[in-house]
C-alpha cells in the first residue's frame, strides 16, 4: 500500500508538470520556487502570500541566469537570432536603458534594432512571478528580454532615458564616455524653476534678436531678494496708479456715472495718479536726472490706495467735476497710458484690479498657488512663508473660449548647448478651467488650468457644449474653433511664431550657465496665455515635463512626442535626410566653441588720435522741451503743455494744497474691508482700442479748438466707444 501510494503521488507530479509546461506559469519556478512564495496554512486551506514587493534585485542569481539560458535555448534558432542581435549591439553601438515606464522610447527603439540593458535592480523575475505575464508568449518574450539585457551586461548603455521620479546612475563618467546619450542636461534650475525662469526674464532684453528672439512674460519678482520685495512694491503702487486710470477712462467711454454730485472720493485721487505716472516715465526716460521730483510720503500712499480699494471693490464714485477740468485729466491720462504701454507692455491685459499670484518656487502641479489683490494681504503672505515664493502679476484679460479659461502646453527640444540648438515640436494642446471664468473668485479651479488640479473638480452646469469634458484639446480642434471664428491665420502668423521667440529668447539668456556636453539633449513644456490679441505671454518651463496618458489628448500626442525624439535624436544623427516627425529646427546657432582664457590673456590693442581729431570751438547747450509735433516727439512735459494751452488752464501742478489734501484722505473713514480678498469687483474692462480713439480726439487739432467747445469734443470722443458694452455691476 504505502509503495502504490508512492506511485500515485509521482503520477500526480508528473501530469502537474506537464500541464505548467503546457502553458502554465508555476512550471517556470523550480528550482527557486522558494524564493517566490511564502505559504501559510489557514484551517484546511492553503493561503499563497504574493512575491514580497520589498524585494530588491541586484540582478540575476546564477540559477535564475542558467534557468533564462535554458529556456532560452530550447529554441534553438530563436536563440541564435538573440545572440547575433545582442552582439551588433555591441558592434555598432546600441544599446539602450530605460528608467521608468516610457515604453514609446523602448519600442522605437527596439524598432530600430536596440537591445536594452535592463538597469540592475530591475533585472529580476518579478514579472513572471507576479502574472503580470499571464500567457506563454508572453512569458518567453520576458525571458528574451532578460536573456538579450544579460547578453550585454558588461557594456555600458548608449543611449539613457530617466524619469524625474528616477535616481540618477552615477556610474558613468559622461567626460570620457562620450557614446552615452542622455536626456537630461548638466543644469537647467536657472529656467525651469520659478525663481529662475524669473532671473532669465529681467536679464533677457540683452538677448533680443528681432523676429528671432524675444520673450513676453508676466512681471515677477523673487521673495528671497529683499532688492526684490522693494521693486515688488514700488510696481504694485504704480500699478495701482495705472489700473485707476484704465478703470476711469472705460468707465466714461461706456458712458458709466463715475463723476456724481453724490460721489464721496475728491479728484485730487486723479491727480495723484498722474503726477506718479508722469513721474515713473521721467524715470524710464532719464528725465530725473535733471528734475528734482518730489517725495512721496508712505502715508500718501497708503491713503491713495485705500481711496483706490474703494472705488475698485467697493464701487465708490468721484466728486463732481465743479471746475470742468475732466477732459484736461482723461487727455493727460491716455497719453500717460500709452507711454507706460511701452515700458509695461502688459499693461493691455493686467486689468483693473491689481491681483497678483503668489507661487511656491520649487512646486509643481499647482501646489501652494495663492492670489491676493490687496497690499497687505501679499506682504503678509510672503512674512508668513517657510519657503521661498516668486510674486507674478496676474493676467486678469486672458483670452477666453467660452467664457472659461485656457493654456497652451508647448513641448521643445534642446539637442545642443554650443552651438544652442533648439527644437519645437509642431503640435500641442490646450488645458481648460473647469469653471467660468471669474475675477471676483480667487478659487483654484477657475484660475489654474493644471490638470493635477482640475481633476478634482466637476465642470460647471451651464457649461458650453464644444468645451470638452477632459478639460483639453488637441491643436486640430483649437484651429476649427479659430476658423469658425473668423481667425483662421491667427496661429500661423500670431501664436505659433510668438511661443517661438520666447522659447529662443530665453534659452538665449540662460546660455553662460550651461556647460558645454556632447550627447545630452532634454525634453521641456511650457505653457503659454494668449491675451485679447492673441499673443502669447509664457507662464513657465517645466523639465522632465509629465507625458502619462492622463486624457485621450495627451494619450495620443505624449507617445507620439517620445516617439519623435527618437527620430531626432537617432534617426537625424546618423541622416540629415532623415524624417524628424514633427519637430521643426526653429534655432541653430553659428558659433565656435568658447576658449576660455586667463586675465593674463586679455589685452586692448588701439591708437592714438591726433589732436586735430577734437573740436576746440565753444559749444551752446539749449534745452528746449516745446515741439510743435507731438505725435512725432514722445514728450511728456511737452504733451501737457499743448494740453494747458488747448485748456487754458493749469491744473496738473502738484501744489502743497494738492499734498493736504491727500494727507486729508487718511483721516477720512474708510469702510474698506480687508476680510474678503474675493469682494474684489469692478465695473468694466479696459479695451485698448478705446484708448487709442480717446488719444486721437484729444489730440486733433481739428476737434479741440477752443474753451467753451471741450464738452462737444468729449461727448463726440466717448461717442465713438459707447457701442461696446461691457458687464458689469449696477453703481
Sequence with gaps: MPNKKRKLSRKKKKSNSRKCDNGGIEGIFPPFNKFAYKSTRVGDTLNKISYESTYRSTGLSPKEKSYVICKCQSRSTRYVKLKNLASNAIRYNKIFSVYGSCNAIRNALLERGWV????????NLSKIRNGTCSNKSEIHSELERLLLSNLVEKCNPNFIWRTKDEIYDTTIDMTKDYNTIVNKLNTDALWTTKQGLCSSMKRNYWFYIDNIAEVNGPRTYNSYDGGEIEGFIKDYKITACTSLLKWILSMVANERPVFMKSGKVSMTVVVFALNRCKEYLFRKQNKDIDHTLPSVSKGQWNAFLKKYYQIIAK??????????????YLGYANFLLKEIHRYRPQLSCEGCHNIWIIKPAYCSRGRGIRMASKLGVITNLLNKANAKHVIQKYIEEPLLIYDTKFDIRQYYLVTSTYPLTIWMYANCYLKFSSQKYNLNNYHESIHLTNNAIQKKYKNYIGRHPDLPQSNMWDLEEYKDYLNRCGKSQVWDNI??????????????????????????????????????????????????????NTT?????????????????IIDYAENPNSSTGKFECIYRQSMTVPRYGTAADIFVRGYRLSSEYFFKGKIEINEIYEDANIGKERDIKATLDKLKRLY???????????????????????SHNTQSENELCVAATVITEQLDKLMDGIDSENSIRLKSGRNKVLSSVFSKTSTCHIPMRRL
Design 116 to 123: 536594452e540593458k535592463i538597469p540592475s535592480n530591475r533585472m
Design 315 to 328: 464701487d465708490d464714485v468721484f466728486q463732481a467735476d465743479t471746475e470742468n477740468k475732466l477732459p484736461l
Design 495 to 548: 501664436v505659433y511664431p510668438g511661443m517661438k521667440k520666447s522659447i529662443i529668447g530665453i534659452m538665449l539668456s540662460c546660455q553662460d550657465s550651461l556647460s558645454i556636453s556632447k550627447n545630452r539633449f532634454e525634453l521641456y513644456g511650457c505653457d503659454f496665455i494668449l491675451d485679447k490679441e492673441y499673443k502669447p505671454w509664457l507662464i513657465e518651463i517645466n523639465s522632465c515635463p509629465d507625458l502619462n
Design 552 to 568: 485621450q489628448v495627451t494619450a495620443k500626442i505624449c507617445p507620439d512626442v517620445v516617439s519623435d525624439i527618437v527620430k531626432v
Design 648 to 670: 487754458e488752464t493749469d491744473i496738473m501742478m502738484e501744489s502743497e494744497d494738492d499734498y493736504n489734501s491727500i494727507k486729508k484722505l487718511q483721516q477720512e473713514t474708510c
